[in-house]
Structures are given as C-alpha cells and as structure tokens.
C-alpha cells in the first residue's frame, strides 16, 4: 500500500508516485468498451488534478478511482475486451506521467 514513506516529487510520498505512474502505465495497454473509457477518462482527469498539487492522500485516492474503473475490474468475464485508448485519453495520461515525473530507472 502506497504511502507514509519519504517525500518525492510535488510532495509526494514516493510510494504514492510510484503507485500512481504504475497504474497510468498500466492504463495505456488497456482495452475497454467505449463507455468504460468514458469513466476511465473522467478518473484519469480526476487523477490529473490531484497530479497538480502535494495532497498525498488525494492522488492516493484518485489513483484507487482509476484502478476501480479498469477493465480488469469493470468488465464482466468474457466479455470482448474493446478498444484502446482514445487519442485524448492516452494524451492526458501521459501529460499525468509527466505530470507526476517519469519513474526513474
């Protein structure tokens, strides 16, 4: 579980970031129905926002509301697993990647 560890970029825990750009990445390679990318979008906007402060627990937060709305998650089993990120949606998570600081190696 992501957090109380020492003070990264923005203000973060590094365990909170970590989390974070893991899940975003992980976001790029997903495939949903259109109206799953719906929900998918508004909660990497929500994750984007929280990105833009130092609130720990917020982008805590937001990252655990796109985890929840993931297809993994969100599709039956079985079911065809549909496209891949729109363009504007693959945009803004990259721009949250950034956002963030790319993961160092």
Partial sequence: ??????TATGGFSDG???HA???LAEALGWRAHPVLWRDIAEAVEELWAAAGGTD???LA????ELEAVS??????AG??????PPK???ERIVETQHRLGKEKK
Avoid at 61 to 64: D, E, S, V
Avoid at 79 to 84: N, T, Y
């Fill in 88 to 90: 504007p949606v693959r």
């Fill in 21 to 23: 750009l893991q899940i």
């Fill in 56 to 58: 720990s627990a917020a």
């Fill in 16 to 18: 909170t970031r970590r």
């Fill in 71 to 76: 297809p993994e998650r969100a599709n039956p």
């Fill in 61 to 64: 937060a937001a990252t655990t």
């Fill in 79 to 84: 079911q065809d697993s549909g496209e891949p």
């Fill in 1 to 6: 579980m992501p957090g109380g560890d020492e």
